[in-house]
T-cell receptor, first 116, second 113 residues
């Protein structure tokens, strides 16, 4: 599985943009980059995903470098409720007993703390 | 609210007990998953089900026994657990196995004494 590397922790001031980096230098051409987050005492929540192009939705933007070896998740205006662990994941299509499925392998993630 | 509920939210059990964790999804999804999140360790995928058929058993010990009676419900039956099995057990669902988004429940915090 393609490994991702993220900083252990980051801080961000409320109202400012939070830029969370991720390295995935061994990613294969057809593997997607996914971002999830986990707020304390809750299950993980999907944020965004992408293959090559930059993506934006109501939660965040995803910037993927041209060589696809790294990406950045951008929360444009961080709030206190964005304090969470953010996981960058390379989704791998896995074959199990003849059935394929998209496997999410979670790492340790980045602990983002948004402060007033 | 993600549309995935888990009960109980907290469970304390002895090593000789038998208990079950329940997951229910109200999203009409066809795939369901069990994950384990131990303290200071990443989430680990345990089981994958698609249309009530088990697709993946990720080298999970037999003291964990999953059951998927229909596409809306997923159970994890527990027996003769060890203290190191104490963890947060998370259930997730997705429209299908190739869907890009998994929806997670809040988890069951299990403590084995």
């Amino acid at each position: 599985d393609a490994k991702t590397t993220q900083p252990t922790s980051m801080d961000c001031a409320e109202g400012r943009a939070a830029n969370l980096p991720c390295n995935h230098s061994t990613i294969s051409g057809n593997e997607y980059v996914y971002w999830y987050r986990q707020i304390h005492s809750q299950g993980p929540q999907y944020i965004i995903h992408g293959l090559k192009n930059n993506e934006t939705n109501e939660m965040a933007s995803l910037i993927i470098t041209e060589d696809r070896k790294s990406s950045t998740l951008i929360l444009p205006h961080a709030t206190l409720r964005d304090t969470a662990v953010y996981y960058c994941i390379v989704r791998v299509t896995t074959n199990a007993g003849g059935t394929s499925y998209g496997k999410l392998t979670f790492g340790q993630g980045t602990i983002l703390t948004v402060h007033p | 609210e993600t549309g995935v509920t888990q009960t109980p939210r907290h469970l304390v059990m002895g090593m000789t007990n038998k208990k079950s964790l329940k997951c229910e999804q109200h999203l009409g999804h066809n795939a369901m998953y069990w994950y384990k999140q131990s303290a200071k360790k990443p989430l680990e995928l345990m089981f994958v089900y698609s249309l009530e058929e088990r697709v993946e058993n990720n080298s999970v010990p037999s003291r964990f026994s999953p059951e998927c009676p229909n596409s809306s419900h997923l159970f994890l039956h527990l027996h003769t657990l060890q203290p190191e099995d104490s963890a947060l057990y998370l259930c997730a669902s997705s429209p299908g196995l190739s869907s890009y988004e998994q929806y997670f429940g809040p988890g069951t915090r299990l403590t084995v004494t």
